[in-house]
């Protein structure tokens, strides 16, 4: 059978036949079927007989109104003419189904007469075949995958919930908890997991359930991806939506060409298309007008494309100009969403012909699409250069910190330094200034100052290790400023920076300390110069008393030691401190991560328990289909084994009638010729018949069919068995008495 036999034989048995009566009116109910004027025998008239049809479609279809009336559309009918429409609408209904039985060849040869008539609009029972042609949907592969998508989960669920209830919230068949509501989700899942770039977006489910009014949800779904796929749709719905920027672009420059009064009055009050026309686009005009209008503006649009949504919005603009010019924008907005809708109920034939009215340049278009390419071209460039230039900003603010920061530390060594230079000086100077003190205090004393000298080199070393620490730090971040550091980084540095400015403060605490320790050592040391000077001169107690000053001078200095310790240790514990501050803040935050990974576990938890029940739900199905199965199959039997009986019966009907005639037909014989002469020959026909029986038997038992029942087969020997036995008892039974006969 050929592809063209097939499509007949579909929708002859899928549709009931036409009857010479007025056609039903239009409904937006979704699955309604109206038979083809055709069947697989009959395939309408020959091939002039369909060109002169498409020739004068104009003529045949010019009463024909398509108009419906928001969810309840019937077709408009004049009761002066009701008998001519009724005609006509017939004579439309032949001609679509012609086209359908022979598409391939009306569309590469009859494109522009297929267009006029899709203009005029497609019947509401011919849309689901002549969408599905249209947009060559019929054969797409992914139809098969479609029952797998539906068993897997998309991350746009919940997304898709949510707006599933305000997607027709006045139409019949999306009411809540709906079958309309189910398959339009099973939808929009199943295209978010084959199109992840674009997932979810709100203005789609309008189009799908459009489509859903018309065919079932597999056609539905592979219709909706060749509309993504082929009509731009794509690009209107991707996250980005740079394809619906280009249509505004594009629109406004046309309303600036041919409306430019009304475009002025749209630039003063700030109107921008986007907020009037951008639904237009996202939703091809089922969200702005009245369904019945949106569905045929939608048959254009499967045909022609986005041209149609360009031609349909001028002729808005243009047919309420002159109401748009004395609004503001409020009053435009509530013009654009209350008064509109409204002077379209009358239907769309107005509105089409006006769309095609307007001057619409496909050259201009792609200008203008040109134009716009290049104007975000630019705008992307100049956002790179500024991203640039905050990074180098960030950048450079970072550096001067930093080296603001080092520049202190310089500042604070050369400092510690001087007055490490000072201290060394005042030693010197005091050793040259007193040659002949005794010189056991003498030589302690220069201990003391050179544990202290040590003390004071140590913590220049230190300076200079953290100078050098701090240099090799801004040599690693200028080896890295092209790239911005991540979080943990900046965490790190901001913890070492804290460090570093803690040890700074315990360190200029401690070289405060040890200035006024190098002050009072002075003031002893000048007093004890003092002291010693005329020592020789006092008296013995006098001498004494110094001694003890001597004393208690060098419990000052141990005390002054002990101090620095102390110190030293007071640092260590500021360092273990701070350690320990930055351990705490990195426990936390590993406490936190903690925290999300048991969230995410708990998600995904629930997630496998509803998946197991959703399993344990298709599990049960399937149980019942396979249950309802075996007892289709077992019925089917049990009617095969009664046929099979009655069968048998007839057959035994038919050997009896053919025994009794038989029997007649010998008893006449036996009554005209001679007995022994005849029994002779009737145990020879005897014999043959057992033979013939015989070989009958075995004939019928090996032609029977393989897969036929035991009980079958047995009905079958016995009707032979009870055929020959019949048969061979009467034949004795005649033999006999025509034997016994002339005895008697």
Aim: proline share 4%.
């Amino acid at each position: 059978m050929s592809q063209q036999d097939s499509l007949c034989f579909f929708l002859s048995t899928h549709l009931p036949p036409v009857t010479h009566s007025a056609s039903p009116p239009l409904s937006c109910e979704p699955h309604d079927s109206l038979s083809l004027p055709f069947t697989p025998n009959n395939r309408g008239p020959p091939c002039m007989t369909q060109k002169r049809l498409l020739e004068t479609d104009s003529k045949s279809l010019r009463s024909v109104n398509g108009s419906r009336r928001n969810s309840g559309s019937s077709l408009v009918s004049s009761s002066s003419a009701s008998s001519n429409l009724s005609h006509l609408e017939e004579d439309s209904w032949i001609l679509w189904g012609r086209i359908v039985n022979e598409w391939e060849d009306v569309r590469k040869k009859k494109e522009k007469q297929l267009k006029e008539l899709v203009r005029k609009g497609i019947p509401h029972h011919f849309r689901a075949i002549v969408w599905q042609l249209l947009c060559s949907a019929q054969t797409l592969p992914i139809k098969e995958q479609y029952s797998e998508l539906l068993k897997m989960t998309s991350p746009c669920e919940k997304l898709i919930r949510r707006d599933i209830a305000r997607t027709y919230p006045e139409h019949e068949f999306f009411k809540e908890d709906s079958l309309g509501q189910e398959v339009l989700f099973n939808v929009m899942k199943a295209y978010s997991l084959i199109d992840r770039e674009v997932g979810y977006c709100q203005g789609s489910a309008f189009i799908v359930g459009l489509l859903l009014m018309q065919m079932p949800e597999e056609e539905a779904f592979c219709v909706f991806v060749k509309l993504m796929q082929d009509y731009r749709l794509r690009e209107l719905f991707k996250p980005s939506m740079a394809e619906l920027g280009l249509c505004m672009y594009q629109f406004e420059c046309m309303i600036q060409e041919q409306l430019p009064e009304l475009h002025v009055h749209f630039q003063a009050q700030s109107f921008h298309t986007s907020m009037y026309a951008s639904s237009w686009f996202l939703t091809i005009f089922l969200t702005s007008f009245p369904l019945p209008v949106a569905t045929r503006i939608f048959d254009i649009f499967m045909c022609e494309g986005l041209e149609i949504v360009f031609r349909v919005g001028m002729a808005i603009l243009q047919m309420n100009q002159a109401e748009l010019m004395q609004l503001d924008m409020e009053g435009m907005l509530q013009h654009f969403q209350k008064v509109i809708p409204h002077q379209l109920d009358s239907g769309p034939d107005k509105v089409i012909q006006a769309a095609y009215q307007v001057k619409y340049n496909a050259k201009k278009m792609k200008k203008l699409e040109k134009e716009y390419t290049t104007i975000k071209t630019k705008e992307m460039e100049e956002q790179v250069e500024i991203k640039g230039q905050v990074t180098r900003a960030q950048e450079a603010e970072e550096n001067y910190l930093v080296k603001r920061e080092l520049a202190t530390v310089k500042q604070h060594n050369e400092e510690t330094s001087a007055l490490l230079e000072q201290a060394q000086n005042n030693i010197r100077q005091l050793q040259q200034q007193q040659p002949f003190v005794n010189p056991r205090y003498s030589e302690e004393f220069i201990l003391q100052l050179e544990r202290e000298l040590v003390q004071a080199r140590l913590k220049e070393a230190e300076s200079q290790c953290a100078l050098k620490e701090m240099q090799d730090k801004i040599l690693d971040m200028e080896k890295r400023n092209a790239s911005l550091p991540d979080e943990n980084n900046v965490v790190r540095l901001q913890e070492e920076l804290i460090g570093v400015k803690l040890r700074e403060a315990e360190a200029l605490t401690g070289l405060k300390e040890l200035r006024q320790q190098v002050r009072d050592l002075e003031e002893h040391w000048q007093s004890h110069l003092a002291r010693t000077a005329g020592r020789w001169k006092d008296s013995p107690r006098k001498n004494a008393a110094n001694e003890l000053q001597d004393e208690l001078m060098s419990v000052r200095l141990r005390e002054a030691e002990a101090q620095a310790e102390l110190r030293e240790i007071r640092q260590r514990m500021l360092e273990l401190e701070t350690q320990n501050q930055i351990h705490g803040n990195q426990l936390r935050r590993a406490e936190q991560e903690a925290r999300n990974l048991q969230e995410r576990l708990q998600v995904l938890t629930n997630q496998n328990k509803m998946l197991h029940a959703e399993l344990q739900e298709t599990k049960r199905k399937q149980a019942e289909i396979e249950c309802k199965n075996k007892e289709e199959v077992m019925a089917v039997r049990l009617r095969e084994a009664d046929n099979i009986a009655a069968m048998a019966e007839l057959q035994q009907q038919i050997s009896e009638l053919e025994i009794q005639k038989e029997e007649g037909k010998v008893q006449g014989q036996l009554n005209n010729t001679d007995s022994s002469q005849y029994i002779r020959d009737l145990k020879d026909q005897i014999t043959d018949l057992k033979h013939e029986v015989t070989v009958h038997v075995f004939i019928n038992i090996f032609d029977l069919p393989a897969h036929i029942p035991l009980h079958s087969l047995a009905l079958h020997l016995s009707a032979h068995r009870c055929c020959y036995i019949t048969t061979l008892s009467v034949l004795s039974t005649l033999c006999f008495n025509k034997v016994s006969g002339p005895l008697m």
